[in-house]
Every structure is written in C-alpha cells, then in structure tokens.
C-alpha cells in the first residue's frame, strides 16, 4: 500500500467497519473511519479497528497532534457498521480508561487489547500490544499480574467487573486478582479496597 495515496484517500463512510469522533481541549471536534475508498481494510472488523488506532497513535492524535492546533486529546466516540442500520456506539476511550456501550457483548479479545491500548497511552505503545490478537490472547485472558496495565484503582475495578461480566474467571480468582494488583502496583490495600473485595460476591452483571 502506497502510504501517500492512502493518506489522500477519502474516507470510505459506507464500508468502513467503524467510524470515530476524536474530541479535544480545545473544542476541536475530528470525525473518521477506519477504511478509505480504494483499499481494502482487513476482514476482521477487530483488527481494522486496532491497526486505526494505531495509525493514529503514531500520529499522535491521542497526545496534542498539530491537526488539533494545540488541543489535548480528551475522548474518542467510537461506532461500529451494522451494514444496514449504519452505525450503532461502540465505545468511549479517554486517556486513561474506556467505557463500553455493552460490557457483556463486547468481543473479550477486544475489549482485553483496548484496555491494553489505553493503559499504555501514557508511556509508549509496547511492541507485544502492537502484535496481533492471536499473539496477544495468551496474555490478556488470564489475570495477569506480571505487567501494571491499570493507571489508577478506578480502571482496575472496572476490569474486574468486566472479567465477571464475561465469565472468564471466578469470583475468588479475581478478588485475589485485585488484592495482589492493588499491593504490587498501588503498594496498598486500604478499607475502601476491602469492600470492593467483599462486594464482588455479590456482583451482579
């Protein structure tokens, strides 16, 4: 793919597997897709969407990009195509967490990459998040404590809510999960935390 013709292309708005609208500090507002007319995106609606916002990581739209004449990035809106009822939300991404139109629908491969994405915003895409899914899956499926993926406690949380969501790991699995994260990576455990531990018997998707 010729990088030039690619970056004058315009955007495909009927065929694109997702569309985007970028918001900054400074009011600026920067809609796009994921495909341009004239090239093909991958088929693999999840993959499109990953190597988007990677593209426009590199260009760093997720920092204070000259497109954006100063302005800091504050959220992306993401749509997904329905490809006959045009496209239906997605997600939110800000600069340190994400919220999902609907945590239990939303494909686990992912949803566990973009929370990877949007956890390294602030220090620099790693070349593991860069590879593919299939590279990936074996370490973003299980609760792994060997990285700190989880800018603040709130994000943890919410990941392992989302864990219980999808039903990928039992509760007492993931209440240790937190309580080992929070000491490892947050170098406490504090009452606050304690009741998030205990509320998550009794967590209800």
Request: proline share 3%.
């Amino acid at each position: 793919m010729n990088n030039q013709n690619f970056k004058n292309a315009e955007p495909d708005s009927k065929n694109s597997h997702y569309r985007y609208t970028f918001y900054f500090s400074n009011g600026e507002i920067r809609p796009g897709y994921t495909g341009k007319k004239g090239f093909s995106e991958a088929k693999d609606s999840r993959k499109a969407l990953k190597k988007c916002l990677e593209r426009l990581y590199d260009k760093e739209w997720f920092d204070s990009p000259k497109t954006a004449n100063g302005g800091l990035f504050e959220k992306v809106e993401i749509f997904k195509n329905t490809y006959g009822n045009g496209y239906e939300y997605f997600a939110t991404l800000f600069p340190s967490y994400i919220e999902f139109a609907d945590v239990k629908t939303t494909d686990r491969t992912l949803g566990n990459w973009l929370v990877r994405f949007i956890s390294e915003l602030s220090t620099g895409l790693s070349e593991e998040t860069r590879n593919t899914f299939d590279s990936l899956k074996k370490k973003t499926e299980t609760l792994d404590l060997s990285t700190n993926r989880f800018a603040y406690k709130s994000h943890l949380q919410c990941y392992c809510k989302w864990v219980l969501d999808k039903k990928l790991e039992p509760v007492n699995r993931v209440q240790e999960f937190y309580r080992k994260y929070c000491e490892m990576y947050f170098r406490e455990y504090d009452e606050r935390d304690q009741r998030f531990y205990e509320s998550l018997l009794f967590y209800k998707p």
